[in-house]
């Protein structure tokens, strides 16, 4: 079954330090992968996608993520953290089923320290 | 361009009623997505409707349903509630009906708590 696993419940980074939030999902084939953010009260914002093709992918926010296919991973990294980066982030998959059905991890709470 | 909107913002209901949801898609989108998220959970998918049928589910029971109107807003119904129903439900509209791949675009959800 297809399943999205993101290690890290909670993690903390001082402003201005890099970021990776860590992503691997499961599934034999690759699907489509996604990162989203959720700031309270908010609902969730795309961040950036990744289908097929170059496998670092640009987002919004000086977001990137890298697909490794190898490592059945996809992770979200960003060079220089501000404190409005705060907030929830969700890695999400979708196979290609015929309709649109996203299957999320569990999260990773970031919490940016001054 | 006005984006996804959810009614109510938050809810209150004992266990055994029934509520119901709502969402406005975003202008154009023909595709409606409810998802059912715990606290301390990623979003799980309950059902997608597209011009107004049902065309896919997730593992909910019968007890969720829905239904998408000619305006392509769309209702979440949930009956003989749970305390385990309680959860923040998100709509996500999004055009198009190539399957996987579109963006999904999140209403900020409504909160259920169930007593």
């Known amino acids: 079954a297809q399943s999205v696993t993101q290690p890290d419940i909670h993690i903390t980074v001082s402003e201005g330090a890099s970021l990776e939030l860590r992503c691997n999902y499961s599934?034999?084939?690759?699907?489509?992968l996604f990162w989203y953010v959720q700031s309270p009260g908010q609902g969730l914002q795309l961040l950036l996608k990744?289908?097929?093709?170059?496998?670092l992918v640009q987002g919004i926010k000086g977001f990137e993520a890298e697909f490794k296919r190898s490592q059945s991973s996809f992770n979200l990294r960003k060079p220089s953290v501000h404190w409005s980066d705060a907030a929830e982030y969700f890695c999400?998959?979708?196979?290609?089923?015929?309709?649109?059905?996203?299957?999320f991890g569990t999260g990773t709470r970031l919490l940016v320290s001054p | 361009e006005t984006g996804v909107t959810q009614s109510p913002t938050h809810l209150i209901k004992t266990r055994g009623q029934q509520v119901t949801l709502r969402c406005s898609s975003q202008?154009?989108?023909?595709?409606v997505s409810w998802y059912q998220q715990a606290l301390g959970q990623g979003p799980q998918f309950i059902f997608q409707?597209?011009?107004?049928?049902?065309?896919g589910r997730g593992n909910f029971p019968p007890r969720f349903s829905g239904l998408q109107f000619p305006n392509y807003s769309s209702e979440l119904d949930v009956n003989a509630l749970e305390l385990d129903d309680s959860a923040l439900y998100l709509c996500?509209?999004?055009?198009?009906?190539?399957?996987?791949?579109?963006?999904?675009?999140f209403g900020p959800g409504t909160r259920l708590t169930v007593l």
């Open positions: 996500a509209s999004s055009l198009g009906s190539s399957g996987s791949g579109d963006e999904q675009f």
């Open positions: 599934y034999g084939a690759t699907p489509y």
């Open positions: 990744y289908f097929s093709g170059d496998t």
């Open positions: 999400a998959s979708d196979l290609n089923t015929g309709f649109q059905k996203l299957v």
């Open positions: 202008s154009g989108h023909n595709t």
């Open positions: 409707y597209y011009r107004e049928e049902e065309n």
